[in-house]
């Protein structure tokens, strides 16, 4: 059994892999999200071991009500906490309020 994440910053890239995962999985909205950020397909996988590149597919889903809404609705996850993600990885001064 995996032992549960407890590092916000972790649980805010695990948010992010699942985002490129439903941007990937559409061909209209992975083109649109692959022409904005200006990185190629053939370099997607290794982009995406980079906090600051996963910052920015939080930044395409969250800019976009409907985005937001659907990916929630696929990942099961409050979109609450789909914003809690994204700016935990948004703000490299972000430290958790609780040691």
Do not use: Y
Not at 27 to 40: D, K, M, N, V
Not at 68 to 95: G, M, R, Y
């Amino acid at each position: 059994m995996k032992k549960p994440v407890q590092n916000p910053r972790e649980v805010a890239e695990i948010v992010a892999v699942q985002a490129l995962g439903f941007i990937a999985g559409d061909p209209e909205r992975l083109g649109l999200f692959l022409a904005e950020t200006g990185i190629g397909p053939e370099t997607l996988r290794s982009a995406a071991s980079d906090p600051k590149f996963l910052g920015s597919v939080l930044d395409f889903v969250m800019r976009d009500d409907a985005t937001v809404q659907a990916f929630a609705k696929a990942s099961e996850l409050h979109p609450t906490n789909i914003a809690a993600a994204h700016q935990v990885l948004s703000d490299p001064k972000w430290e958790r309020d609780v040691p």
